[in-house]
Every structure is written in structure tokens, then in C-alpha cells.
């Protein structure tokens, strides 16, 4: 029997004809690329021509080539894994502490009034702000980069797991409460389950976060880290260098992201297409 829907596809003279839907996306994917492709012609163009100073833009095959011959010397997957393993440790305090004090003001009137005032003071602090005081306290080794990258963290996965807990249905917390449910087994089986699409969606915020702050750590008091590695190559006006650092921390949170996204897909297999938000 011919298929004639557009989805299935087509069969004439015996072949089947790809899905129209397949056929788009090749051609969607290389129409987005062009304007990227274009100013990057642009910019290399520049660079030839002398219209752009290397002092003040490295061109892209510049930037190309110093990525090159960093990643060959080592340099650059060295301060690759040092700035990995800082923003990963905040990262993994962040989603701790911010899940117990969401949980804690969540679910009692009395942790709320306790925890959510001071957390509001706290995500209103430039970050610059806290760089001198963490030095006094922790001096500056590794334990103020990360406690910089886990405090600028916690506050999304905070507010918005908050969020999720005060919207889950007063009927299902009363039908936890019929059923006989200690405290720990709602919390488990109802009220995390369902702010569960609100806490990645703090996890998501927290991610980006994170490189920010991180940026911030690094080139202060740092001997190692990509932060670091962008600041010595400011003291020479290494402009490829440092916009190496910079393409790393681009690349390092679109990877971060997509890898939350898919969390995502994962654990909200159950939920409609529409409720987990736009891809």
C-alpha cells in the first residue's frame, strides 16, 4: 500500500520518498550557520586588510592557530581541568545546599520566615562585591574560588525549587496524608516528584551560573585555571589568547547546558511536550 502522508513519506516508482520534516532540518541547520560563517568571513577579512589591529582583535585563523599550539604545550588542558574541577565542586555543593534550604523554607512556615529573606539579600550582592571578603576568610587558595562559584549557584536552584514546592496541589499533599505517608515518604514520593521540572530549571540557571562566577574566581589571586591563563596574556595584550579563554567558557557552557537539557528530557519523559517548556 503507497504511504501517502507527508510524515511517513512517499513511495514513487517504488522509492520511498524521505519525510518532508527530514529534508528541513539540513537546510534550517545550514541557513543559521550562515550568518556566523559570514562574520567570520568578515572579521578575517578585517584583519587582512589592517582594518583591525591584531594589538586589539586576534583574527579567527590567529585564534585558531594559538588554540593549537595551547592545547599541543599542554597549557590549555591543564587550565581546562582546574577550572572544570572548580566550577564542579560549587556546582555540586550549590545543588545540595540550595535543594535542603528550598526543602527547609518549602515546607514549614517557620523555615520560610527564616531562610528566604536573607537568600533574597544574598542573589541582590554583586559578586565583585564578596571577591575581598572571601579572601580574608578563606585566603587564596581553592576554597574561595569555589565557595564563590557554590554561593552564586545556590541561589536559582533556591528560588526555584522554592517555587515548585509552593505549587505542588494541596489535593495531592492531602492524599499523601490519607494514605498514611510519613513526612519523608511525601517529600520523596510527592512534593519532589513534582516541583521536580522547576528544580531543573533552576539546575539550568545554576550552570551558567556557575562559569560566571567562576570567571570572576579565576582572575583574582589565581595561578592556574582559564581565568588565570586570560589575565598573564593581558599583561602582554595576547588578545587570541585571551579570546581563546573566552570561546573555552563559551563551549564549556553550551555543553553544560545541553547536558541538562537531556537530564531534562530524561526525567520529564512523563510530562506533555508543551509543559517542559520551548527546546
Not at 126 to 150: D, M
Not at 208 to 217: E, F, H, P, R, T
Amino acid at each position: 500500500m503507497l504511504e501517502t502522508t507527508v510524515e511517513r513519506g512517499t513511495v514513487i516508482g517504488g522509492t520511498r520518498r524521505p519525510p518532508r520534516r527530514a529534508l528541513r532540518l539540513p537546510t534550517r541547520t545550514l541557513r543559521r550557520l550562515v550568518s556566523p560563517l559570514l562574520i567570520l568571513l568578515l572579521w578575517q577579512a578585517a584583519s587582512w586588510t589592517g582594518l583591525v589591529s591584531p594589538q586589539t582583535l586576534a583574527s579567527p585563523l590567529r585564534i585558531l592557530s594559538t588554540a593549537t599550539d595551547l592545547t599541543r604545550d599542554g597549557t590549555l588542558p591543564e587550565n581546562l581541568l582546574v577550572s572544570l574541577a572548580r566550577a564542579g565542586i560549587g556546582l555540586a555543593i550549590a545543588v545540595v545546599a540550595g535543594t535542603g534550604l528550598a526543602l527547609a523554607a518549602g515546607l514549614s512556615r517557620f523555615g520560610e520566615e527564616a531562610i528566604d529573606a536573607p537568600m533574597q539579600m544574598l542573589r541582590t550582592l554583586p559578586a565583585l562585591a564578596l571577591v575581598p571578603l572571601f579572601i580574608l576568610w578563606f585566603g587564596i587558595g581553592e576554597l574561595p574560588k569555589v565557595a564563590l562559584v557554590a554561593l552564586g549557584s545556590t541561589i536559582p536552584i533556591y528560588l526555584n525549587l522554592f517555587k515548585g514546592i509552593r505549587s505542588i496541589d494541596p489535593k495531592l499533599l492531602e492524599m499523601g496524608r490519607t494514605l498514611g505517608l510519613s513526612r519523608i515518604q511525601t517529600v520523596r514520593q510527592i512534593v519532589l516528584p513534582g516541583a521536580l521540572p522547576d528544580l531543573l530549571t533552576g539546575l539550568r540557571f545554576s550552570v551558567g551560573i556557575s562559569w560566571l562566577m567562576l570567571v570572576v574566581a579565576e582572575q583574582v589571586n589565581a595561578n592556574s585555571g582559564i581565568g588565570h591563563m586570560m589575565t598573564d596574556a593581558e599583561d602582554f595584550l595576547r588578545t587570541d589568547i585571551i579570546l581563546v579563554g573566552l570561546l573555552v567558557y563559551a563551549l564549556l557552557g553550551l555543553l553544560s547546558d545541553q547536558m541538562v537539557r537531556t537530564l531534562e528530557r530524561i526525567l520529564l519523559a512523563w510530562q506533555p511536550v508543551r509543559a517542559r517548556g520551548p527546546r
